[in-house]
């Protein structure tokens, strides 16, 4: 059997590494025979992180020497310039909605057989990175309706899109998908109330990432007990880009933010940077942060090349979790952390709020949008409200992950029963 995975940023995005690893886990326990290629941005690098001899590794096409390709047909500059002028100016806003032609794959397939394709999860598919991203991970639903191949699209936050030229490609790959999974609730609520999409064709199921097991090693060696309380935090290089917001003004309030942690609630802090691609290195702003602290001994930027299981291990040693990297949230609300998403789309209210389903607490009192972080009073007290109770979150996390876990592994039961069918 032969399983091809798309999807696949790169490991040097640890949320993108905690969706595959545990993907392919799945995969090569149900079908011990299983070849299985990932079409990936960084094949030499991601190959080294999990290397295993049923697995091999393809380069994404729509990335080459270091340059995006353009969709045929497309306008406007293409993603790699839109992060090259984010990385010179430190910020960026939006790029303006590009013409594109749905159900038109820009994506020259690296192989010639398949017995499935999988999109891995995430936020792929919104107006957020751009209609050339969009076209992009939808091109693999038309490659296999047109080579009678089943696709999944497993664990996905969807939306929202700012264009009708961008609902247009996602409802052509909608129809044409074999199976769609939704990581939360409020991708379909949008889906189907707002482009009227069919509720039946969209179960919702949970982050495959919820089943990635930590790695405590490092934690047990560099964030001991007894030196007090920790607080994680995952402070995102690019959300700017994504949002329009201040980069400048973005890292000062969280360096007030961090102040009024270490001087009111007497802990230490572990900056976590779960992205370390190039142009989006969350190391860049943790490091101008610790800087701007004076390299407070209190506060450690834990900036090693560690693994997408190692910083869950650095998370779940925490008492309290701040993060803009969704991984990095998903990290600690899947070992019962208190946490406090930073979001910018659909997926931070949506996947906090499936996690505290069904416990008395309001998910929305964890949430904060990033553009409100300026304000790092109002900012502060919301978080201080967290802290002050993160023995009751972090329970009602405990519990909701446990869900969350059982949803996960629902995405491959429904790609058991999609194989079964298509024999």
């Known amino acids: 059997m032969n399983i091809i995975i798309t999807g696949v940023t790169g490991f040097r995005n640890r949320g993108v590494e905690a969706l595959v690893r545990p993907t392919v886990n799945q995969l090569t326990s149900r079908y011990p025979?299983?070849?299985?290629?990932?079409?990936?941005?960084?094949?030499?690098?991601?190959?080294?992180?999990?290397?295993?001899?049923?697995?091999?590794?393809?380069?994404?096409?729509?990335?080459?020497?270091?340059?995006w390709r353009k969709p045929a047909g497309s306008t406007g500059p293409t993603l790699m310039q839109l992060v090259a002028k984010r990385a010179s100016q430190k910020f960026l806003k939006p790029a303006a909605p590009k013409k594109a032609e749905p159900g038109k794959p820009d994506l020259d397939m690296p192989?010639?057989?398949?017995?499935?394709?999988?999109?891995?999860?995430?936020?792929?598919?919104?107006?957020?990175?751009?209609?050339?991203?969009?076209?992009?991970?939808?091109?693999?639903?038309?490659?296999?309706?047109?080579?009678?191949?089943p696709i999944a699209l497993i664990g996905q936050s969807v939306g929202r899109f700012k264009c009708d030229e961008d609902a247009a490609i996602w409802n052509e790959a909608e129809k044409n998908a074999s199976l769609i999974t939704l990581r939360e609730a409020s991708s379909r609520n949008y889906l189907t109330e707002k482009l009227g999409?069919?509720?039946?064709?969209?179960?919702?199921?949970?982050?495959?990432?919820?089943?990635?097991?930590?790695?405590?090693?490092?934690?047990?060696?560099?964030?001991?007990?007894?030196e007090g309380?920790?607080?994680?935090?995952?402070?995102?290089?690019?959300?700017?880009?994504?949002?329009?917001?201040?980069?400048?003004?973005?890292?000062?309030?969280?360096?007030?933010?961090?102040?009024?942690?270490?001087?009111?609630?007497?802990?230490?802090?572990?900056?976590i940077p779960h992205v370390q691609e190039p142009g989006a290195d969350d190391r860049v702003v943790s490091s101008w942060i610790a800087r701007e602290l004076g390299f407070d001994r209190r506060v450690r930027v834990f900036a090693e090349d560690l693994s997408a299981a190692e910083f869950k291990g650095l998370v779940s040693r925490s008492e309290m979790v701040v993060a803009e990297r969704m991984h990095a949230a998903i990290a600690g609300l899947s070992t019962g952390?208190?946490?406090?998403?930073?979001?910018?789309?659909?997926?931070?209210e949506g996947i906090t709020a499936a996690v505290m389903e069904g416990s008395s607490l309001n998910s929305s009192d964890?949430?904060?949008?990033?553009?409100?972080?300026?304000?790092?009073?109002?900012?502060?007290?919301?978080?201080?409200?967290?802290?002050?109770?993160?023995?009751?979150?972090?329970?009602?996390?405990?519990?909701?992950?446990?869900?969350?876990?059982?949803?996960?592994?629902?995405?491959?039961e429904m790609i058991d029963a999609l194989l079964a069918k298509a024999a």
């Open 229 to 271: 309380p920790w607080v994680a935090l995952s402070i995102s290089e690019s959300i700017c880009g994504w949002t329009g917001n201040n980069y400048e003004a973005h890292r000062e309030a969280w360096v007030q933010l961090i102040k009024l942690m270490l001087d009111r609630w007497n802990v230490r802090v572990a900056i």
């Open 366 to 412: 964890l949430v904060i949008p990033v553009s409100d972080l300026f304000n790092v009073p109002s900012a502060f007290a919301k978080l201080d409200n967290a802290w002050q109770n993160r023995e009751a979150y972090a329970a009602a996390a405990a519990k909701g992950s446990v869900k969350q876990k059982a949803l996960a592994l629902k995405n491959f």
């Open 33 to 67: 025979d299983a070849n299985i290629q990932i079409v990936t941005w960084s094949p030499a690098y991601d190959s080294a992180r999990l290397p295993d001899s049923r697995v091999s590794y393809v380069q994404d096409s729509y990335l080459q020497s270091g340059s």
């Open 337 to 348: 952390r208190c946490t406090v998403p930073v979001g910018y789309s659909i997926k931070a």
């Open 111 to 149: 192989f010639d057989k398949a017995d499935l394709v999988i999109v891995s999860g995430g936020d792929l598919f919104s107006s957020d990175y751009g209609t050339a991203s969009l076209n992009h991970f939808c091109s693999p639903v038309h490659w296999a309706l047109q080579n009678d191949v």
């Open 197 to 226: 999409s069919p509720a039946d064709r969209l179960p919702v199921t949970a982050d495959t990432a919820f089943l990635l097991d930590p790695d405590t090693t490092i934690a047990d060696q560099h964030m001991p007990a007894s």
